[in-house]
Structures are given as structure tokens and as C-alpha cells.
């Protein structure tokens, strides 16, 4: 069926410096399907949610809030069960992605009959926040690659665009960064082929408040490879 909506569910974690400029360049994107933007506060502590009441006041944004921090993952399994979009993607609140590669993300989708797509981020001088940032990102999608017999250069990218169906029928469990290598494999293990396009990419330093850290690389090869080989739930046997 063809879409018609999509939710873009933005998790937030004391972003108060970042987080309205953030829904500003969203909401001032204009999208080619009508478009829910959905904010999860996951305990935020440091005030960010009032420098977007009038958004939410306004209807703009949808405001869920969890009354304690459980984490990026937790976040997003909470916007995945409140979406209304026929679409879904994620959207961080860190300014490291731009809003307006959602259209080109949605073309394959409105224009080829693809399922899923994923934004794939090319990491120049301005991209990169370490050398092993990259390389780890790189060997992540290798392995994912390896081990489910396909092609990916990105599988850690938050853009990534898909029915919330399916979403909901991979039954994520990961609370923090897992997630993204949890729900690649679960789409790969559905049998669903991953397109991907290029879009832009600054990633901010841990001086401006990068969360992830080297143990999240780890858990997430072992996360790939974990069910890769885990017997296949009803919901994702073919």
C-alpha cells in the first residue's frame, strides 16, 4: 500500500542546547507525505522541553514523555508503539544529521516500491569524530554484511526510513545504542533488502555531548551476531 504519512520520532536526552534549533530545521523541511513529528523525552533533567512548549502548544510536535532515563533504545520502542505515520524514521536531537535529506531518503520509497532505506553517511574531515569512530562504523557494517549475506556501507546511521509495521513486527528489546544493529539485523532476517542513500553528516565531539562509546561497538557485533544465529521468531519467519 502506498504511504501516505510518516512519524519521525525524535529521542531526547537533555538536548537543551540543540533541541529546538533542531525541530525548527525539521518542521521547516517540506515533506512529500504528511508528516507527525514525535518527540520522546527519555528524563531529561536539564530543561530542554521548555524551549519547545510553544511548539507543542501549537500542535506542531508531539511531546512523550518517559518519567526516567532508560535510554536511546527504550525511547524509540516508546515512539514505535506511539507513531501514527504508515512510515517511520529517527531523527536525533544533536544536530548531527539534516532534515533535509528526509525527501531524497523517501524517493525510492514513493518512486521504486522500496521498503526500507537508509541514509549513508560519507565521513570527510568534518564527519569524522575520531579515526576509530570511523573505523569502527565501518567494521560494524562489514560484519553485518558478512553475516547476513548483504551489502551495506552504514548500518549505525539514525536515518533510517521503514513501514512502522515492520518496526513493530521486529519486536526490538535493546534500551541504549544496540538498537541500531538489533533492528538491521531483524530487517535483514525479515528477508528485507536495505536501500541506501547518500546524505550529509557532521558529527559533534564529546566535548558537545557525544553519548556513544567504544563498549556500544562491541555490544553491537555481538548483537549481530547473536541473532544471526537465535532461532526465528514467528513474526519474522518467512
Known amino acids: 500500500m502506498e504511504p501516505r504519512s510518516i512519524t519521525i520520532v525524535m529521542p531526547v536526552y537533555n538536548e537543551r542546547v540543540t533541541l529546538r534549533h533542531a525541530l525548527e530545521r525539521l518542521l521547516a523541511v517540506e515533506m512529500p507525505l504528511e508528516t507527525e513529528v514525535l518527540v520522546i523525552d527519555d528524563g531529561s533533567t536539564d530543561g530542554c522541553l521548555d524551549t519547545i512548549e510553544?511548539?507543542?502548544?501549537?500542535?506542531?510536535v508531539r511531546?512523550?514523555?518517559q518519567i526516567q532515563?532508560?535510554?536511546k533504545g527504550a525511547a524509540l520502542r516508546r515512539g514505535i508503539a506511539e507513531a501514527q505515520g504508515d512510515l517511520l524514521t529517527v531523527l536525533d536531537a544533536d544536530l548531527e544529521y539534516d532534515p533535509a535529506d528526509f525527501p531524497a531518503l523517501l524517493a525510492p520509497i514513493m518512486e521504486?516500491?522500496?521498503?526500507?532505506v537508509y541514509g549513508k553517511r560519507s565521513y570527510g574531515g568534518h564527519a569524522a569524530y575520531?579515526?576509530?569512530y570511523v573505523i569502527g562504523n565501518?567494521?560494524?557494517?562489514?560484519?553485518?554484511?558478512?553475516?547476513?549475506d548483504a551489502w551495506l556501507s552504514d548500518i549505525e546511521t539514525c536515518l533510517k526510513v521503514a513501514p512502522t509495521s515492520l518496526w513493530r513486527t521486529a519486536s526490538l528489546r535493546s534500551s541504549g545504542f544496540g538498537i541500531e544493529a538489533e533492528v538491521t539485523a531483524k530487517f535483514l532476517r525479515a528477508g528485507e533488502r536495505i536501500f541506501e542513500v547518500p546524505i550529509s553528516y557532521r558529527a559533534r565531539g564529546r566535548e558537545e555531548g557525544k553519548k556513544i562509546q567504544w563498549t556500544d561497538g562491541v555490544a553491537a557485533l555481538?548483537?549481530?551476531?547473536?541473532?544471526?544465529?537465535a532461532p526465528a521468531p514467528r513474526e519474522l519467519a518467512p
Open 54 to 60: 510553544d511548539l507543542v502548544e501549537k500542535g506542531d
Open 63 to 65: 511531546l512523550v514523555r
Open 69 to 71: 532515563n532508560q535510554g
Open 112 to 116: 521504486e516500491g522500496a521498503r526500507v
Open 130 to 132: 575520531s579515526f576509530w
Open 138 to 148: 565501518k567494521a560494524l557494517a562489514f560484519w553485518a554484511s558478512f553475516l547476513y
Open 222 to 229: 555481538w548483537i549481530l551476531l547473536r541473532l544471526r544465529f
